[in-house]
């Protein structure tokens, strides 16, 4: 298996347990670790085979900006 990291995203996000911490979004830093299997994108060299980091980046980045927790 291959991996595939994402490293010290910073997304601002609704985060504590305080009433005061809740009335402002705080900067949250997330690390993603990826197992995958890319020998098909070694194999044919085809962007369509292989992880669309920006993809994933934005995805985790609009999850996170639009939660509450």
Known sequence: MDKVFIRDLVINTI???YPHE???????????EMSCDLRKAGETDDLNDTVNYKEINDKVREHVANSSY
């Open 15 to 17: 985060i504590g347990i």
């Open 22 to 32: 809740r009335e402002n979004k705080q900067p949250v830093t997330i690390n993603i």
